[in-house]
């Protein structure tokens, strides 16, 4: 099974499952596709450190915590931002969907469509309601 295959059964396995910080969130979405079509997250050593207890950081302390004052810079640290279409398993921003304490929601480029995460599961939008975009390196 290559890449494709495994987003779109780990994407299946998740698309009913209910927002919930710190378990399926917009990270855990995101790192947990990456680790599904590559064998690892693209930021599993940021999994937990935004959350104190079951409260999500505010932005300050999100600067804090990891130095960043943009969440693009934070993830430009981790991968490489492209300018052009997104590929298959590109993580992509948007604020055309549930905005977070970033100020944007976190996706993963299916192909032809990139799948966020909304409070009851996971939506689809199209790929020129994407702001931002990175692939690995």
């Known amino acids: 099974m290559g890449p494709r295959e ?3 059964a780990y994407i299946k396995a998740v698309r ?3 927002f919930v910080w710190g378990q399926h969130d917009c990270l855990t979405f995101t790192n947990d596709a990456f680790k599904a079509m590559y064998g690892a997250g693209w930021a599993d050593d940021w999994l937990g450190r935004y959350m104190d207890g079951t409260r999500i950081l505010g932005r300050n302390e999100l600067k804090t915590e990891f130095g960043f004052g943009e969440f ?7 991968l490489m931002q ?3 279409v997104p590929p298959l398993g590109a993580l992509v921003t948007t604020k055309k969907a549930r905005k977070w304490v970033t100020g ?5 480029c299916t192909g032809s469509k990139v ?3 909304d409070k009851v599961g996971v939506i689809y939008l199209p790929i020129d309601d994407i702001d931002q975009a990175w692939i690995r390196p």
């Not at 944007?104 to 993963?108: E, K, L, N, Y």
């Open 115 to 117: 799948a966020f995460l």
């Open 6 to 8: 495994r987003l779109n």
């Open 104 to 108: 944007v929601a976190m996706g993963i």
């Open 16 to 18: 009913g499952d209910e």
């Open 72 to 78: 693009s810079k934070a993830v430009d640290t981790k």
């Open 82 to 84: 492209i300018n052009h």
